[in-house]
């Protein structure tokens, strides 16, 4: 079997769905690129099992055929390569591969296609349009509030909640937690799915600049998205997530609305001076003012800085983790926000003083309790 | 109490006394909890295994050990160091510290009061107890030790210094096997040795357990008598029938431990976010492997975890006692600077599953 490619462009193919390859899989062949050639159409699938990407690419081929090819040397090799066309020939008994270029020819050894695991096909599928951008924002803000415990692995990943008349994407780690919800965007049937964090990662990072359609396809334990010449297919977590909506205050009547950006640096700068674990800041509301500290008992450093903002309500004293608060709003695309608070132990409400066009964003996060040493 | 099970077994069985006991398992497994005065003599010591112990002592008699009887005798026992001060911090179910600074019948010599203690656990209770009198915990200890058994001694500010300096390293309190062997090899063979090294050198070789050497060797040993000691960690374990091989197996009796820890659990009302698995191997070598998170550990947790903890690597050898412990609790102190959770968060989803 042969056939010949451009050097960019099957790495651009290939880099796009990389990303996927695990350096210690499971089973040893994970760590091929699986090709298929059919009809001049080569078709590329990584896989980790969890989750598998597929890409097609056009070359130049005389006959069909499949090989398994190790992921990280082609890559590698491709990479090196100044542009041009590539010669592949597979030999089918020992299938050993000879890429040639106009610099010389490279020898490696592949792996029998067959061996390679089979990518599941998502039946009985429903299927959700939105578009690239849509997805992207809601993968970015929500992403980063996903839990690393892998001993609830419900909070591994991000709640999809469709119904036929939005969508919602939730992330929490049990700390702080984000609602992110669009309008704009519905599903036929009333579903909800958790897709892992690896997955969504991969997306964020292959999804392309331009604004271009996705079709979501999913039943009860896969997720297949498709657009450009690309398509992922995910398995979902099948667990239960936690009940997020009981955890939304309702009575948060003390009420702060402060510049995003005033706030944000502020926070960056006296984050400097906290405790290296608890990352513990202070804020002080009396009247308008709000006054932000931090100290680090052990370094016996400090630091304290006074911001105006608009607040009704009570004075209060809450202490929160400011790399939790960066991290917020960071993510909030607003040029004001509102925080609302009930007590030093409730779970403070970050809002965007003014919500785009169809979404809706809120953001949730429980306090650190202060010491009462200062 | 002087070899407190083993001087229970004699006095509630006459026929045991004056002969060599072993509190503990049986001759072929196990180890022994404690020997009586006459088993020492035959080199007979706590935690030996029991087989090596009959074989040092072929008239040892293997007495199983009945700790709801020695718990009884223990809070009598306490009950009559708290008619001297209500400051006592028990050490464990037969010794304790007590500050008779101010006493509640304002005798003026911890000796006296030691005397009287002494006396009146012989009258009431009919064991022997000795004592150890000095001005902090660490020497008063130490002192307990010199007169032993049915005795006492008093280590006075004058004295303390000579008296620690001719001290042998392993009979520090507080120094154990394992740092007596690392001293010895340093050269450090008594207190006068261990003196001869900087502050500087012990916590770069010991950590922090350097300072608290430098210290007690000087006498010094700051730490108040605290009758509220908390608990730092809570475990069970169990030595088997036969060694175990099989991590499989491990598995099978994992959950007889886990009821056992979640009902310790429960009694002592704790929460702790690490997990220790510990594992005592054919020839008595000792491995613990252990998981922490940032977060209490639920029932779930610790049953995930601990099921981990056992394929974490593979048995060296056959493995005769397996434990669980769990430790990392919320301290009081500690509880500034808690990241809080989302209440009832994972109720329904995680705690659901303990009554299996």
């Known amino acids: 079997m042969k056939f010949i490619v451009s050097s960019s462009s099957l790495l651009k193919h290939l880099s796009s769905i990389n990303g996927v390859v695990t350096t210690n899989p499971v089973v040893p062949i994970l760590e091929n690129f699986l090709f298929e050639i059919k009809d001049s159409k080569l078709t590329v699938t990584a896989s980790d099992l969890q989750t598998s990407m597929i890409t097609e690419i056009d070359v130049e081929a005389k006959e069909d055929g499949n090989i398994a090819v190790p992921a990280k040397i082609l890559i590698e090799t491709l990479k090196n390569l100044p542009e041009q066309p590539v010669t592949f020939s597979i030999d089918k008994e020992t299938y050993s591969i000879e890429i040639s270029s106009d610099n010389g020819r490279y020898k490696l050894a592949g792996e029998n296609a067959t061996d390679f695991p089979k990518i599941p096909v998502v039946t009985n599928a429903t299927t959700v349009d939105m578009s690239t951008e849509v997805l992207s924002n809601a993968i970015n803000n929500t992403i980063f509030a996903t839990s690393n415990d892998e001993l609830r692995p419900a909070m591994t990943g991000v709640y999809v909640n469709l119904s036929d008349t939005n969508v919602t994407f939730v992330a929490t780690d049990g700390h702080r937690l984000i609602r992110y919800r669009r309008v704009d965007i519905a599903s036929p049937e009333a579903a909800s799915i958790i897709i892992p964090r690896k997955a969504l990662n991969l997306l964020k990072a292959t999804l392309p600049s331009e604004n271009v359609p996705i079709a979501v396809d999913f039943n009860n334990s896969n997720a297949y998205f498709r657009f450009s010449n690309i398509k992922m297919i995910c398995r979902l977590i099948d667990e239960r997530f936690p009940d997020y909506e009981n955890v939304i205050p309702l009575d948060n009547n003390n009420d702060m609305t402060i510049d995003r950006m005033e706030f944000l640096s502020s926070l960056r700068r006296i984050a400097i001076y906290a405790n290296k674990t608890t990352h513990q800041v202070r804020l002080k509301l009396t009247g308008s003012e709000l006054q932000i500290s931090a100290e680090d008992l052990d370094f016996s450093n400090e630091a304290n800085e006074r911001l105006s903002c608009e607040h009704e309500g009570e004075d209060i004293e809450i202490g929160f983790n400011a790399k939790f608060l960066v991290e917020m709003l960071n993510n909030i695309n607003a040029k004001e926000i509102t925080l609302k608070f009930s007590a030093p132990n409730r779970a403070g409400l970050i809002l965007p003083s003014d919500m785009k066009e169809n979404e809706d964003i809120l953001m949730l996060v429980m306090p650190v309790m202060l010491s009462n040493y200062v | ?356």
């Open chain 2, 1 to 356: 109490m002087d070899a407190f099970f083993a001087s229970v077994e004699q006095m509630d069985f006459p026929d045991l006394r004056g002969k060599p006991v072993a509190v503990g398992g049986n001759r072929e497994r196990g180890v022994v909890a404690a020997a009586s005065y006459e088993a020492r003599k035959f080199g007979v010591k706590s935690a030996m295994s029991s087989k090596i112990a009959a074989l040092k002592c072929p008239s040892l008699i293997f007495v199983k050990p009945r700790f709801e009887r020695y718990k009884v005798l223990s809070v009598q026992i306490r009950d009559i160091f708290f008619a001297y001060t209500d400051l006592v911090e028990p050490l464990s179910l037969d010794e304790a510290f007590l500050d008779v600074t101010e006493n509640k019948f304002n005798l003026p010599s911890a000796t006296l009061i030691a005397k009287e203690i002494r006396a009146r656990i012989k009258a009431e209770i009919g064991l022997n107890a000795s004592a150890g009198i000095s001005y902090n915990k660490f020497l008063a200890k130490v002192a307990s030790d010199i007169n032993k058994p049915n005795g006492q001694a008093v280590i006075t500010p004058r004295q303390a210094t000579e008296f620690l300096e001719k001290l042998e390293i392993e009979r520090f309190f507080g120094i154990g096997k394992v740092t007596s062997e690392k001293m010895k090899k340093l050269g450090i063979h008594n207190g006068l040795d261990l003196k001869q090294y900087s502050l500087d050198f012990l916590t770069r070789r010991f950590g922090k357990s350097g300072l608290h050497y430098y210290n007690i060797v000087r006498g010094i040993h700051e730490s108040p008598v605290n009758p509220h000691r908390d608990r730092k960690s809570l475990s069970v374990e169990n030595t088997f029938e036969k060694d175990i091989h099989l991590e499989t197996e491990l598995d099978q009796v994992r959950s007889d431990l886990l009821d056992e820890l979640f009902r310790r659990i429960e009694k002592n009302k704790v929460q702790g976010r690490t997990l220790t698995l510990k594992l005592k191997y054919k020839d008595f070598t000792q491995q613990t492997r252990s998981k922490t998170l940032n977060r209490f550990l639920t029932q779930e947790d610790i049953r995930v975890l601990s099921k981990e903890l056992i394929y974490q690597e593979s048995l060296k050898m056959p493995i005769r006692l397996m434990g669980l412990g769990l430790s990392n609790f919320d301290q009081e102190e500690e509880k500034a600077g808690i990241q809080l959770v989302f209440e009832r968060f994972f109720e329904d989803s995680t705690d659901q599953s303990n009554e299996d």
